[in-house]
Structure formats: structure tokens, C-alpha cells
């Protein structure tokens, strides 16, 4: 069989799919795609191929997956069934409602993303287990062995993973275990080509795949966690540990023309909003009035406005909080919240306090797995920002997250992506935070057609809907459904991010003229978003890593 690899190239004309007739694989590292098409190859399937994919990139892209974390993992069957695996961090059992507010109910900044009183309790190895339970065929050791084999024998270091490191060492000085993890033991910076190896990760590994759960949640993983808490000061416990479960739930469902979207329901917002803001585009001839013209722009912008302003108020852990689900996504509901659209001019937001752009780079990762069974896999994990904590836990060589952020820490102050929240997201013990991550499957003809999802904090949501409109009414292929440029709006706060040279002068003019008056280029990363994502063409499966970002795809 033959083992293609289509590495992520920075070329703006987009990148070329890649084709394979029995299994594809996109994610940021070309290393950890190819483990996953060696699962498919020696028999797995694409729920196989993902969570082995899943424990690859916890060794091969450092900044992102440690398993201090969690994910949403969305998963179609070969037989047609649709479940969500929700394996989001929860608030520690000694979380409270205001720990982030000082004497006078000020948010103290850096307390929820930059402290040992960041840290959520983990959700990735439950999650990943649990799939692979479930759906998967394979046995656990089979699945974690390619990671440990990384972690133990190393890997040569890609430049963009060893230009990570060498940014940030002044952050990893602060904590010694970080500095020894992304550092050669002779204590210089990592250089590109270098053999970067994990012996603290691969012993962390091999207990996973001894022991399953255990090997995290209890025993010595579980010692050193609760040993660096205690020396940190962080608030997660033996009995939290003990305590996490990842959650089945029903996906989200919704329906853009004569397409079936299937996407991950609360506690994320991504399906919500995107089967709210595919609604409220539905009656409009987004083909007709073409990609990037300020009319499609303008119609999808003020589609965003209303859909974030109701993930401000109607969201949050649904075992928590009762989320309107049905009634958001509603095709009825979208024509009443756009019912005062008015093709020409801006609609205006809430005179909230402005929110800041995000202060770190795309630090989430996406993987789409799809094979010829029928299977499909999307896959979305993150620590939150870059690097976490950027606590490394001493002996366990992982990553702490600083997921905690994610929650609302006061009513209505944005939080680092500049996303404001209610009650519905206040903290609460044992409480997941909301969610921007969108790992979706669309259906055609009943079978899955187009995987995809992103990082990007906030931006995730309308990353997917872009790349969902591109594909169906734009009619683009893969590649260009991917890498044409995004704009983003989130209703607070009140101002439209474009990329470099994503919209035309005269298409601005257009929408300046039209009230959209703060249009920001966006001056972080290479862009907004990272969709690694595959679809099912008429030749075959074919996938692409995101031209923004390194990355690769693989297939067979
Ligand atoms: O769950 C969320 O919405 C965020 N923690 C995602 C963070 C993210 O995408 C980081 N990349 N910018």
C-alpha cells in the first residue's frame, strides 16, 4: 500500500489535497498523521487511527497536547451512529464562584491563565480510553505504543516546534521542570533537527497503556500530579483526579442545504452557533453574492453578532445550567433574531466594555480522520494557551493547562479571548467551562462528506462556518475551502478581524460605507484558524492540513 505525505506548505494559492482510497489523516504534525495511518494500515479504523493519532501528538506538537488536558472528540460509525465524547476539564472540587476577584470584586489578571490556579482537572486520557472502548478495535497498548516509541527514542525537532521553544524560555525558566523538559540536557535551547526525547512522558505513556485510566487518575501519575499541585499551589486533588469521567453526549444536529451537520453540542458553543448562524444563512443566496463580496460578508457578520451575543447569556456546562438547545437552533428562532437584518447597514452591539485579542498564537489542534468503512473522526484538543501553565509536572513530563479562563470569572468581563459570559459560565466545583471548539462532521447523503474543525479560542466557530459555507456554497474543493482567507466576528467585542490580505480595499470601503467601521488585520500567528480537515470526493478520501500552520496529512 502506499504511504503519501503532503506536508503544510505557507504558499497562498492553497494547498493540494491529498487523495487515498482507504483512510485519511490531517493534523498538525505530519509524524503523529502518519502513526494514525499506520493504525488503518495494519486493520484499525479511523477511531483507532484518531486516538492513537491523539497520544502521537502528545509527544510530537509539545505545546499543545500534553495530557494535562482535554478535548471533544465527535465520532460517525461505520453503521451510522453519531456520538460526542465530552472530555473537557472540570473546575476542582475546591473551586469558587468569585477565586478570581479581589477585595473589590476586581478580576485579578493572570489569576485564570497564568497561576497554579489555572489548572482544570484533566479530561484527555479518560476521553481517548473511553473512544477507543467503544469504537475503537484495537487494544491500548497497541494504540499508545507509537507515542511511547516517540517519546522514549525521540524525534528530530521541526523548526516551527523548536522556534516554539526558544521564544519562550524565558517562561519555562520560571519552573524547572519546563526549563529541563524543552531544554538538552546540557541545559541549551533545542535547535531544529535536534532528537527531541520525553523519558519522563514515555514512563507516563507506558503506565497509560499498563494500566488504562489508572495508570493517570491513580498511582504514581497521579502522586507526581497531587506532588506539584501541593508544591505549586494548585487546587487540583487526588480525590478530583479519582473523580473525572469523560460524558457521552448527543451531538448537535441541524440541517444547510441538503446537508446534515453533525457537531458537538454543550459544553461546547461551537454546534450551537454553527447551526444558528448556517440558519440564519440559509435564506440567503450566499453563492449568488459570491465569496468575500462585502454583501456575503456583511450577512455573515451580523449573523455572528447575534449568535455570540447568545452564547454569552444561554451557555455553559449543560449538566449545570439549562441550555436552550432546541430553541437556539431553531430554524424559526434564526429567522426572528435576523428579522431586523437590514441588507445595508450595520446593526450595532451592546455598549459592552471592548475585549482583547487573544495574547498567544493558535495553540489548539485539530485532527479529521476519515476512513472507507465509513468512519469518521473529529478531534479537537487543547491545554488552552500556548504551552499551557507552562508547568511541566516534575518527573511526569507533562503540561499543566490554564483552562480555567474559560469560565466567565465576573459576569460580563471578557476573558482572554475577549469572550463574555453569564451565570450560565460562572464556576462552580466540579463545573465544565464553555467551549469554543467545533469538531464537526457534515453529512451528505446520510454519509459523512466533510470533517473539520480548529483552534483559535473564539474564532473556532466562525473558522468552521467558513470553511462549511466555502465547501457548499462557494462549491470550493477541499484545499481551497481551507485556505481561503476568514474574517471573524464575535459581537463583543464590537470590531470584524480580517487576515492579511483577506478582504479587497474597494470590499472594505463597502462595508466601512455600510457601519462595520473597526476592520482588524490581525497581527498574531499566521492567521485565524488551523482547520486540518478531509472529505469524501467522487475519487476518493481526500485530506489537508491547513496552509496557515505546519502540519500534514497522510493517507492509504
Ligand atoms: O475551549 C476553548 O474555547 C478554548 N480553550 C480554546 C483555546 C484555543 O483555541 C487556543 N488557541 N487559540
Not at 151 to 160: I, M, T, V
Not at 266 to 274: D, E, I, M, R, T
Not at 442 to 449: C, N, R
Amino acid at each position: 500500500m502506499l504511504l503519501c505525505v503532503a506536508a503544510g506548505t505557507l504558499h497562498a494559492a492553497g494547498p493540494t489535497p491529498l487523495f487515498a482510497q482507504n483512510g485519511v489523516v490531517a493534523s498538525r504534525s505530519p509524524i503523529a498523521s502518519e502513526v494514525g495511518v499506520e493504525i488503518m494500515r495494519t486493520g484499525g479504523n479511523a477511531v483507532d487511527a484518531a486516538v492513537a493519532t491523539g497520544f502521537a501528538l502528545a509527544v510530537t506538537y509539545a505545546s499543545v497536547v500534553f495530557f494535562f488536558v482535554w478535548g471533544f472528540l465527535l465520532i460517525h460509525t461505520a453503521e451510522g451512529e453519531v456520538v460526542a465524547n465530552d472530555h473537557r476539564e472540570k473546575a476542582p472540587l475546591a473551586a469558587t464562584h468569585d477565586m478570581y476577584l479581589d477585595e473589590e470584586g476586581e478580576v485579578v489578571e493572570g489569576l485564570s491563565t497564568a497561576s497554579p490556579l489555572a489548572v482544570g482537572v484533566p479530561g484527555t486520557v479518560d476521553g481517548l480510553l473511553a473512544a477507543l472502548e467503544r469504537h475503537g478495535t484495537i487494544s491500548r497498548r497497541e494504540a499508545i505504543a507509537p507515542a511511547v516509541r516517540l517519546a522514549r527514542d525521540g524525534f528530530p525537532l521541526p523548526h516551527d516546534i523548536a522556534q516554539q521553544l526558544a521564544s519562550r524560555r524565558e517562561a519555562f525558566a520560571e519552573h524547572p521542570a519546563t526549563l529541563a523538559v524543552f531544554s538538552k540536557p546540557d541545559g541549551e535551547p533545542f535547535a531544529a533537527g535536534d532528537l527531541f526525547r520525553q523519558p519522563d512522558l514515555a514512563a507516563t505513556l507506558e503506565r497509560i497503556a499498563e494500566q488504562g485510566r489508572d495508570g493517570f487518575y491513580q498511582g504514581e501519575t497521579a502522586d507526581l500530579i497531587v506532588r506539584e499541585m501541593e508544591q505549586i499551589g494548585g487546587l487540583v486533588t487526588r480525590e478530583d483526579l479519582a473523580a473525572y469521567r469523560s460524558a457521552w453526549r448527543e451531538p448537535v444536529r441541524g440541517t444547510y442545504r441538503e446537508h446534515e451537520i453533525v457537531a458537538m453540542p454543550p459544553p461546547s458553543s461551537g454546534g450551537v452557533l454553527l447551526v444558528q448562524m448556517l440558519n440564519m444563512l440559509e435564506p440567503f443566496d450566499v453563492r449568488g453574492s459570491g465569496f468575500g463580496s462585502a454583501a456575503t460578508i456583511h450577512r455573515m457578520i451580523e449573523a455572528e453578532r447575534r449568535a455570540y451575543a447568545d452564547r454569552a447569556v444561554h451557555l455553559g456546562d449543560p449538566d449545570f445550567y439549562d441550555v436552550p438547545i432546541g430553541l437556539l437552533t431553531s430554524k424559526d428562532y434564526a429567522l426572528e433574531r435576523l428579522a431586523d437584518f437590514n441588507p445595508k447597514a450595520a446593526s450595532s452591539s451592546d455598549d459592552v466594555a471592548a475585549g482583547q485579542l487573544p495574547p498567544e498564537g493558535p495553540e489548539t489542534t485539530h485532527v479529521s480522520v476519515m476512513d472507507a468503512a465509513g468512519n469518521a473522526v473529529a478531534y479537537t484538543t487543547t491545554l488552552n494557551f500556548s504551552f499551557g501553565a507552562k508547568m511541566v509536572v516534575t518527573g511526569a513530563g507533562f503540561l499543566l493547562n490554564n483552562e480555567m479562563d474559560d469560565f466567565s470569572a465576573r459576569p460580563f468581563t471578557p476573558n482572554a479571548y475577549g469572550l463574555i459570559g453569564g451565570e450560565a459560565n460562572a464556576i462552580a466545583p466540579g463545573k465544565r467551562m464553555l467551549s469554543s471548539m467545533t469538531p464537526t462532521i457534515v453529512l451528505k447523503e446520510g454519509k459523512p462528506w466533510l470533517v473539520t474543525g480548529s483552534p483559535g479560542g473564539s474564532t473556532i466557530i466562525t473558522t468552521v462556518l467558513q470553511v462549511i459555507v466555502n465547501a457548499i456554497d462557494h462549491g470550493m474543493d477541499l484545499g481551497d475551502a481551507v485556505a481561503a482567507p476568514r474574517f471573524h466576528h464575535q459581537w463583543q467585542p464590537n470590531r470584524v478581524i480580517v487576515e492579511r490580505h483577506g478582504i479587497s480595499p474597494d470590499t472594505r470601503a463597502l462595508l466601512e460605507a455600510m457601519g462595520h467601521e473597526q476592520l482588524v488585520e490581525i497581527r498574531w500567528g499566521r492567521g485565524i484558524g488551523d482547520a486540518n480537515s478531509a472529505m469524501r470526493a467522487p475519487a476518493g478520501l481526500t485530506a489537508v492540513a491547513d496552509p496557515r500552520n505546519a502540519g500534514g496529512a497522510a493517507g492509504l
